[in-house]
């Protein structure tokens, strides 16, 4: 069978009525709040990040974790916390992704997290640099019933994957992808669903044929062409490619750049999903890297309370009246991935 149809048909597994009919009521509630300009939210998310720490081992540029700027403290994802919120979520929750910052598999217990979601029939999925994907943590992770596991491969040489991934080592990668991949044999698994997502920018753009390529000869499941979020993108900047396609921003007559979206008065987002940080913080979605937008705090309130809470009330009402006043939304390019 084709592996995107069966990751499809794994994927449709996981829907049970409850999960359908939450989804039903998100939709719904998010429809009537952009014709009546009122935030009505009757379900609760279909899809959560779960931040496993934000640490990192890798320097890239454009990424907090690998500057090292963060404001918020940097740590571990306490299991009691996490347990604790999937306990109360699992009958409606689809989707659960363990990312945000930092690299997942330098949680000691990440894996154990990865199972006990998998047992309630969520599907789980993850992106990591692959640096720690030993043959062990290869099997322990087919084993642990992770759906989706998301490979960053930015660069089919060391010199062009270096340029992004600071510090990083491709044959790393590659050895990593290979332990995964033989385990799934071994096991007889058809899941994770491994892809190989390729970060778009000028320097490493030549070589998108080629790691098309590399994940043919290897036997990745899929390749993800993925465009560059930039900070201080008006003046332009050496990571911005120069096909149009791969790029979110556009060049002005005045040789300055502009984001290609629209900045329009609403946000899927904030009525389908949310990100829940390493120490409890819940964050309207994955811009907010630094979690300025402090909606609620899982240490202190069950998910139900904050999620129909005054916080969240009042920050959809800001995205339906004028979203422009959001600073973060301002570099918001959700929905620019390109798939190969």
């Known amino acids: 069978m084709n592996s995107n149809i069966s990751d499809g048909l794994n994927f449709l597994s996981k829907l049970t009525f409850r999960r359908a009919w939450n989804a039903v009521k998100v939709i719904s509630g998010f ?10 939210q009757w379900g609760l998310p ?43 979520l699992s009958d409606t929750l689809l989707y659960l992704i363990f ?5 997942p598999y330098l949680h000691p217990q990440f894996l154990d997290l ?38 960053s491969i930015d660069g089919t040489t060391q010199e062009v994957y270096e340029q992004y ?4 080592k491709l044959n790393k990668v590659i050895e990593g992808t290979k332990n995964i991949l033989k385990w799934k044999k071994e096991l007889k698994s058809s899941t994770p669903h491994v892809i190989f997502q390729f970060l778009v920018v000028k320097p490493n753009e030549h070589q998108i044929e080629e790691v098309k390529q590399l994940a043919k000869e290897l036997g990745v499941d899929e390749v993800g062409l993925k465009t560059a979020q930039i900070y201080d993108y008006e003046e332009g900047s050496e990571l911005i490619p120069t096909i149009d396609k791969y ?27 949310c990100v829940i ?52 939304c301002k570099n918001c390019t959700e929905g620019t991935q390109v798939w190969a």
């Not at 690998?66 to 918020?72: E, K, Q, V």
């Not at 991934?165 to 990083?168: H, M, S």
């Open 277 to 328: 940080t390493w120490d409890g913080l819940v964050v309207p979605c994955c811009f907010d890297k630094d979690a300025h937008h402090r909606l609620g705090d899982m240490k202190n309130q069950t998910f139900t309370e904050l999620w129909q809470g005054e916080a969240y009330r009042q920050f959809r009402q800001t995205l339906i009246k004028s979203r422009s006043d959001i600073e973060m």
């Open 31 to 40: 429809y009537s709040s952009k014709v009546s300009q009122k935030p009505s």
């Open 46 to 88: 279909m899809s959560i990040s779960f931040e496993p720490t934000t640490s990192c081992n890798l320097r890239c540029p454009e990424c907090p974790s690998g500057l090292r700027s963060f404001t918020r403290p940097t740590g571990m994802l306490e299991g009691d916390l996490f347990k604790r919120t999937i306990d109360e």
């Open 247 to 273: 790029s979110r921003y556009s060049q002005k007559s005045d040789g300055t750049f502009k984001i290609k979206n629209k900045l329009v008065d609403h946000c899927w987002k904030m009525w389908h999903s």
């Open 99 to 103: 990312y945000f910052q930092g690299e």
């Open 114 to 151: 990865v199972g006990y979601a998998s047992k309630k029939g969520i599907y789980t999925a993850t992106s990591t640099n692959a640096h720690y994907l030993t043959d062990a943590q290869a099997k322990k992770t087919v084993e642990s019933g992770l759906d989706r596991l998301i490979i």
């Open 165 to 168: 991934r600071v510090g990083g």
